[in-house]
């Protein structure tokens, strides 16, 4: 479990000046990594970001490779100890500051990819209130299956066509079939939908075979970013059983550049605890640290921006908030489950959280909960109404957190666009 | 579609004499691909298998990188003239002999490994005898769900955990819960199953938001391998709704280390055809190629190595044989769904055929099928019996395709033995 140190303090300033405003997401409490070139580069490079921009790890003589993954399987102690070698080069009066300054770009000028090469794609189902909200739609009588609240319910996704924040990707086409329908139809989908989710990025491996116990848990995580699981509702309706969802999902999802790691969030944990009345995990899901300070507080925000607002030079509509420590299931529980039964984990595995949807109706991480199945239309700012996604349609994820006495850490932006499907 | 020529000619003889054996799997009309290291290497080299050796295809000359996924890449024209060059250099005869005999290894006396760096692993579920008899077991009423007809299922699985053939593994340990429990409990898995299975190689790749129409859909597919997905019965019972198998799948699989070519299998393709009354394919899963030639006609079978047969010398039983022909949807039918919303494959992604079972109760290519989910044990020749796998059993996959007039094309074998599980 990490633990709050000097490179937390508030008062922590840092010679780049934008990194110091209260309102950026990237303060020198923060340096989240991620992967960037400049527009003549054909490989990527490492950075963490500095208020509006980002440093090149090994330009500033910090790290020897440009290889993410290799850098992710850092051991804990080590890691710390990069993140104090980048606070002391890049704060206010560091000694280092012209060596550091040579190897900053500016963020806005950079192309910043997906943070790592991701191996497997494990998607989680993280939020009661997502998975209730859903599973009353589908089982008005039974909204919640038996093993929820027993087993963290994951399953497998597609890694390869995750694409970096900022790509847009085709509504996709496949087999759906309406229940006054005989037979199914083929077509574009038409119940295209977002999910609000965290991505979890596996730092340490373990060999197969070699469960990750609940004390070791958080070793194995590198940070945490924020992931859209784009979602064709009416796809998922028909071909989901009984083995899960497959088209439905793997046309596309999307992920922020910015890995924040488990050190920068160190401040931001809060204690777990079940509502009263519902079964304590079993012991293989339980140590004392994860009770203490299991949970993180992330707020996370939707916001959609329509191309008819895109066009006025409108930044889009919030459609809703909900914050992660509300979540059934901790890191710490996904890591221990998922390896239980020998399960490797490698570095660049990624796991999603699934939709972090909060306990208000409103605070729905999709549309699906937000528009009741698509039966309720919502209307916008600009007077158009949405159910389900349109083409044109940009979908953005926020994520921050907040505390008295703390810098605010944020998580930059996780954007896509919807664009037509295409044509059979 | 690949088409028989010169090189399936059953007269072309090697001067590698052991190819020349009617009972080898690797006469010179296969050539199926491996990985294979020397004992002081690090790293893998690409071969081919030519009756008991191993050709080293650059040391032949062949290619000039043991990148096995770059190879796979290879257009179906560029595949087809590698296939005609190592014909004509291993052909009795061949002026090529020496140069070629110095790139040759004794297979017993070398590591093979997976045969390439696996991406993405789907899981499919083509048998519809499988699907049958599993869903009777669950649903006596609804044995077949709607969906079975219209959609190729599938679902998406784990690659780290993918061993190459001759590996062990730990029983699972995990969350399970019988019917007759209020609450699950924790341990060892009482239901472990080995799955018959094939696997398809994916080759030349296909960009994201671009899907590949039946017609190409051969030509993205390199080979097709034995794979067995092992699944702890119990755990995938409290586990899987409703997002499918996860635990009781990801603690292992197994692939043999050859990749039979859809070239080498050109003479055994049959026609492809459904039971008088079931439905068309959707439009988007139909060609003339597909209906004339789409099936293929591969023989597979289960081997049952217990402990105690194996330290009396015993080769094992076999449990059951059923034929990749009965499949009810083809190579070029997964693709093609699996692309249809835009999904990009890459080299080295690989679709699991799912449970290869046979029409007769006999044919059940697992051991959920066999023992009539635990409720029948059979016994063994050695006395022993079985419901699920005990620890110590191997379990032996084989395939081999034979036709008049052709030579018998061979799968080798995919070996995996089971271990105790790990104490908590």
Redesign the interface.
């Known amino acids: 479990m990490t633990t709050i140190d000097a490179t937390h303090a508030p008062d922590l300033q840092s010679w780049v000046s934008s990194a110091n405003d209260p309102a950026s997401d990237f303060p020198l409490q923060n340096l989240p990594f991620g992967r960037f070139r400049l527009e003549a580069d054909a490989d990527w490079r490492i950075g963490v970001a500095i208020g509006d921009q980002v440093l090149d790890l090994r330009a500033a003589g910090l790290i020897d490779s440009n290889d993410m993954n290799r850098l992710m399987r850092l051991l804990p102690e080590a890691r710390r100890s990069l993140r104090h070698a980048m606070v002391e080069g890049l704060r206010a009066g560091s000694p280092q500051q012209a060596k550091f300054q040579a190897a900053l770009h500016v963020q806005a000028e950079v192309e910043l990819g997906l943070p790592c090469e991701i ?2 794609y ?2 989680f ?1 993280t939020s009661i209130h997502h998975a209730t909200t859903i599973g009353k739609q589908l089982r008005p009588d039974n909204p919640l ?1 038996p ?1 929820y609240k ?2 963290p ?9 995750i ?1 970096p924040s900022g790509a847009s ?2 509504r ?4 759906t ?1 309406a229940p006054d329908q005989d ?2 139809s ?1 077509g574009p ?1 038409r119940r295209l939908d977002y999910e609000l989710e965290l991505g979890l990025v596996v730092g340490r491996p373990n060999p ?4 990750i116990a609940m004390a070791q848990a958080e070793d194995h995580v590198f940070g945490v970013a924020l992931f859209n699981d784009w979602s ?1 509702r009416d ?1 998922q309706g ?10 439905s999902k ?3 999802s999307t992920l922020s550049p910015w890995v924040v790691t488990l050190d920068a969030l160190a401040p931001f944990r809060a204690p777990f605890s079940r509502p009263e009345g519902d ?1 304590e995990p ?3 899901l339980v140590s004392p640290a994860n009770t203490a300070q299991g949970a993180i507080d992330i707020e996370l925000e939707v916001w959609l921006q329509t191309a008819q607002m895109r066009a006025a030079g409108h930044a889009g509509d919030k459609l809703s908030q909900s914050n992660y420590r509300d979540a059934y299931w901790t890191v710490a529980q996904l890591v221990a ?2 390896t ?7 570095a660049g ?1 990624l796991f999603g959280t699934g939709t972090l949807s909060g306990p208000k109706p409103e605070q729905g991480g999709s549309l699906m909960e937000l528009s009741t199945g698509g039966k309720k239309p919502f209307t916008l700012s600009s007077g158009e109404t949405r159910t389900y996604l349109e083409d044109g349609d940009t979908v953005i994820l926020r994520g921050y957190c907040v505390r008295d006495g703390f810098r605010r850490i944020g998580f930059g932006e996780c954007r896509g666009t919807v664009l037509p499907a ?1 044509r ?1």
């Open positions: 191996g497997d494990t998607d189902y299956l093993n027993w087993v319910i994951g399953y497998h996704g597609r890694a390869s066509s694409q990707f085709h996709p086409n496949g087999q079939k037979v199914p083929f989908c197969l075979g070699q469960p064709a796809v028909w071909e989901y059983q009984p083995l899960g969802p497959f088209l793997n046309f596309a079964p079993l012991d293989y489950h998922h239980v039964n020998g399960c490797n984990l490698r595995d295409v059979f």
